[in-house]
């Protein structure tokens, strides 16, 4: 026996004297304050001052393996079956007495290897061992040798599962209840070796950044790596991210239970919706028809749920044995995260919450308040702790041990199209900036003070002056007019400035953040009167509403256009789903850089364009979001993620020169790769896929992650190090660094890349000019306007004459002879709308109607690409009226009809239906080949090539070709 070994019987000479032979056999609920009192601050009896280090350390022990249900002997007492779990003292095994031996349910189990309070257990687990590893042959066991070791001084215990694949011992907050390891007993395996036979992911349904999410995580688990961070940025999908591992851990991988800690209550009730809505893939029901998903609203824990989902602070309570005011789920844990005299208060052993309650704990945005107070809670359990994050910092991965099994920043998630990027907007006031005086002579001595709980109010008179700072605004003083001020600016802003493009009848949905429940009170009645508003249009939505639901305001905030604007604190400040939201408004400063982050996530989720005009009729696309900074939150330090855009002086194309020509600075690419990721969500399929045939099948969202690889500090050295092992030289690493942007940037050395990417980028903005004033000079139809487009378009066609294939046609061949194909029309169209004058058909239409009306008869039908066909013919000299493609055609199949019957060809009524239907598919389409009867609807639905032949007889080729040729050449 070591030094440090504690003598036998040593600690129990006086049994009946330990505090804690009293606590035997009363309730739980009478022993936990005693025993927290005990274990945590070392208050025992007058004896206390008696026992030496060894002895106090033995009674610590003995009180954490009682309050897990432990029964206590001593060797001369000894009977295994007195409980499901015995305990018994210094036990003789072969290798010697050990401290404790562990019997659960009649057989020997483990050991607990006791040291005085300040030794080190990393080297007590070899000691463990002798005793474990030889048993007394007439010793009842569960095996031939022990599979539980604890080592514990009563402040720090560890223990160590023999049956994991590498045993480690890991931290404990105190012993594991006897049904627990009876459980694990009967089970071949241990978990931490089911999670290293876990089957392949199907990735269906699951984002590449989810997929790497996943399988980061469980190859994290596979190396037994105790906790786990996940960077998804906000609109990534974390939540939904969750519910797929838990599912796998759940049944696959047989976790018992799994804890998924919020930051607030309405987040809870986000969190158990996407559970209710999952539906595994493969799996015939939805996650909640399988496993019970408990929402805890209530300080019991349903012992079949396998997830329970609650807020940190009701665990915390939980956990300590007190009621937990409903108040406190709602508002956010980010700022609150101390006691009252600033030292979190420390958690004791509650035996109605055990430490293997949970096997995985997902903690959801983890934010500072994990070091603080609720770090104990995520401590407490036996069980692995998965960080959810859309914003680490530096204490966050110090937390998780440097453990970033998967990385998804907001730049990669706005250059992906999963979110928008954004742009700020400073209002400064002089109040806001400097403060304000309220002085006597300007009151009359009497100034209105407002009760912040009742918000009753009354006047008082001022002995003297009164001068508050800015940081004093709004808390201990509010001024009307400044909250105004900001308002105002604002309105009259936000259309002449921030969204020029839209009518002015709908502001943008709009979220404000105040900085408390009185400042939000004084901000939404202010956005009532600045807009001349009625209460529909501004919404206070905090945790202190009154009259109406909070969470169905949110949801009206969501998906109805009424309210535009909503004022909160904390409620909508981090994970709520608002995509509509194109404004934010700080009104408030804010401390945390991952709180900051977080409000702007409220901004950056992307919306179909329908669901964004339901609420937004005046919007076309959500490409971006304004944050409006009035008190100077975006110039504290906090800068977790930056806009994208850093060169919004430079135009795209000479952006897009400059890096053609060598610019290789960090600012420009990623200018550049913002500037790609917007144009990416403008674009159609057809102008995606004209790209990608430029640039070797690389999209602009390809493109853009390319720059952002390009510059990301990680790749970088990641890079470097593949290519010049872990020390490489400074020129070295500039020499991986340049090859990596060289690489990104040389799709852009591609002149025909350059061009066609600047030509549909013109084709999506125009410049308002906003300086030039006009006035009303005479009224009518510009005809030297209709002049110069005739004029271009005529240039246009000379100048392309031989470019494009559809020109060369109509050029080169006689009327008549003109056989063209839907290629030819398509690509003459697009180009036509690509290149400058920027003409399309019924532009040029319209000049020729202004101009010569007489030889004008009807329009071009909108988007049919054959009437390009009759512009051109027109301009050519080759017709002498410009009439819509489809009336030509149908002229000449009327003319064809009279040939086929003067020539004795008569057709019945079945087959001049076929005819007609082949002639208006002609018309538009300028050809017809066997195959559109199978793939066009109105000739399969007629029955498709197999019919055409039966009615219209054998040679239905034949007579294909010969109408095309009748009808278009």
Known sequence: MSATRLKAGASHARVASNPLARLQGQSSAHVLPQIGSLIRYDIFLPEKDMLGPEQIARTKIDALLSAAGWVLQDRDQFNKNAALGVAVREFS??????????????????????????????????????????????????QDTLRFDYESTGDETFFRDMADPKPRSRRLFAFHRPETLHASLKDTASLRARLQALPPLDTKGLRDCQVEAITGLEESFANDRPRALIQLATGAGKTFTACSFAYRLIKH????????????????????????????????????????????????????????????????????????????????????????????????????????????????????????????????FDASIIGLTATPSKHTLGFFNQNLVAEYPYERSVADGVNVGYEIYRIRTRVTEQGGKVETDETGFQVPVRDKRTRKVRYEQLDADLEYTAKELDRSVVNPNQIRTVLQTYKDRVFTELFPDRTGDWLPKTLIFAKDD????????????????????????????????????????????????????????????????????????????????????????????ADLQAVTPDAKTKTRFILIDAVGVSE????????????????????????????????????????????????????????????????????????LDAIDIDKQQTATRERHGPAPTPEQERAVIEELTDTACRPFDNPAARNLLEDIKQKTDIVIDEITTDEVTGAGFDMKRAEETITGFRAFIDDNRDELTALQILYNQPYGAQRLTYAAIRELVTVMGERPPYLNTATVWQAYKRLDAARVRGAPVDEQLTEVVSLVRFALGQTEVLEPFATIVEQRFNLWMGREKKAGRDYT???????????SFIAANAEIAPRDFMEVPSLADKGGILQARKVLGPGLNDMLEELQGALVA
Not at 574 to 595: A, C, H, N, Q
Not at 909 to 919: M, N, P, V
């Open 93 to 142: 095994l072969p290798a010697g007495p050990c401290d404790y031996l562990l019997f659960v349910d009649g057989k020997a189990a483990g050991v607990v290897e006791a040291k005085k309070t300040g030794v080190t257990l990393s080297g007590v687990a070899e000691q463990s061992e002798k005793y474990m590893a030889k048993l007394p042959d007439h010793l009842a066991r569960w």
């Open 253 to 380: 991988g047989g976790a018992k239970r799994i804890l998924f800690l919020v930051d607030r209550n309405n987040l809870g009730d986000q969190t158990l919706k996407e559970f209710q809505n999952f539906l595994p893939h493969g799996a015939a029901n939805r996650f909640t028809d399988t496993y019970i998903v408990q929402h805890l609203n209530s300080h019991r824990i349903d012992p079949d749920a396998k997830v329970v989902i609650t807020t940190i602070q009701r665990l915390y309570s939980m956990l300590r044995g007190q009621e937990l005011p409903e108040e406190e789920e709602e508002a956010s844990g980010f700022e609150t995260w101390q006691g009252e005299d600033g030292e979190p208060l420390p958690l004791a052993y509650n035996p109605d919450i055990p430490i293997e309650t949970f096997d995985f704990v997902v903690t959801d945005e983890c934010h500072r308040s994990i070091y603080g107070l609720w770090r104990q809670v995520l401590e407490y």
């Open 518 to 609: 009185n400042h939000a009170e004084e901000i939404v009645h202010a956005v009532r009167e600045v807009f001349g508003e009625g209460n529909d249009f501004a919404k206070k939505i905090t945790y202190r509403n009154t009259g109406e639901d909070p969470k169905s305001m949110i949801k009206a905030f969501r998906v109805d256009p009424f309210p535009r604007v909503a004022v909160t604190v904390d409620m909508i400040a981090t994970g709520t789903d608002i995509k509509p939201v194109e404004v934010l408004i700080f009104m408030r400063d804010v401390k945390s850089e991952g709180y900051y982050e977080q409000m702007k996530g409220r901004g950056v989720r992307t919306i179909p364009d």
């Open 909 to 919: 009524q079945e087959q001049e239906d076929w005819l007609r239907a082949i002639a």
């Open 636 to 707: 504290t330090k906090k800068n977790a993620s930056q806009p994208l855009e850093r060169k919004k002086s430079l135009s795209f194309d000479a952006l897009i020169e400059q890096i053609a020509m060598g610019r290789r600075d960090e600012d420009a690419l990623s200018s550049l790769a913002a500037r790609l990721a917007i144009l990416d969500r403008k674009l159609g399929d057809e102008d995606r896929a004209r790209i990608a045939e430029v640039t070797g099948g690389k999209t602009p969202r390809d493109l853009a992650n390319a720059l």
